[in-house]
């Protein structure tokens, strides 16, 4: 991987497979110094070779996040791609451990990330924060209510933190895709799949590289007047 002077690190969550990996893999080859973080150990080390550093994490644990964000020195791009669909069932049957997993993982690691990387940034006076959110957070999507409330909850977490931290140098926005062909969308029930997809005008899925298109642009020096904004890649599905 080549080196730089201003060779800035980015910590990408969730970089073990999908979004998350492409964002990794897009991040190193422009010359960042990338620490790739997931649960899953096995896919993880599947992205060594193509990034920094791998580490495994739960977004969850704050301690953890503090540590691992310790261990790679310091951060100047978060992307948080960390996320699981949660349950996939009409609100009356949702189990209340499956709602609290998906918001602990969705909106509690968004916000464990950010905070522990956060200080370093305003002092160094400049960052970038990704999160991924999804059109599902604008919109809702029947049956995926833990999910789209903890999606819209990122939202407006992104524009919350967008307008503290912008005079320190330090932007945050969010992708809001709509179902992109990932991994973890291959256990999402067929009438669900069906539903989402029948939504989009392109017809058809979104790709983890177009996705990391834009999150390479927002990571960037080129994004430097916009904070506290959802960018929807959706196929023409957002309405808003």
Not at 25 to 40: M, T, Y
Not at 216 to 235: E, H, K, N, P, R
Request: hydrophobic share 45%; glycine share 10%; charged share 20%.
């Amino acid at each position: 991987m080549p080196r730089h002077l201003d060779q800035r690190t980015a910590l990408v969550t969730g970089a073990a497979s999908g979004i998350g990996r492409a964002c990794a893999v897009r991040l190193a080859e422009e010359g960042q110094r990338v620490a790739a973080a997931d649960l899953q150990t096995d896919l993880l080390g599947q992205v060594a070779d193509d990034v920094a550093s791998i580490h495994t994490l739960d977004v969850t644990d704050f301690a953890a996040v503090q540590a691992t964000v310790a261990e790679i020195g310091h951060v100047d791009v978060v992307v948080n791609c960390a996320g699981i669909i949660g349950p996939q069932l009409p609100i009356w049957e949702v189990p209340l451990e499956g709602w609290e997993k998906t918001l602990a993982v969705n909106l509690t690691g968004t916000f464990n990330t950010i905070k522990a990387t956060m200080a370093g940034m305003r002092a160094r006076g400049w960052g970038r924060i990704v999160n991924i959110a999804s059109i599902a957070g604008k919109e809702g999507n029947p049956n995926m209510v833990a999910y789209s409330a903890s999606k819209a909850a990122v939202i407006g977490l992104t524009k919350s933190v967008g307008k503290e931290a912008c005079t320190d140098g330090v932007l945050v926005n969010a992708v809001a895709p709509a179902v992109i062909s990932t991994p973890m969308n291959a256990d999402t029930e067929p009438e669900v799949m069906e539903y989402m997809i029948s939504k989009i005008p392109m017809g058809r899925l979104g790709l983890v590289d177009e996705v990391a298109d834009l999150v390479s642009w927002l990571a960037s020096d080129a994004c430097s007047f916009s904070t506290g904004a959802v960018y929807d890649i959706s196929g023409g599905r957002a309405t808003y």
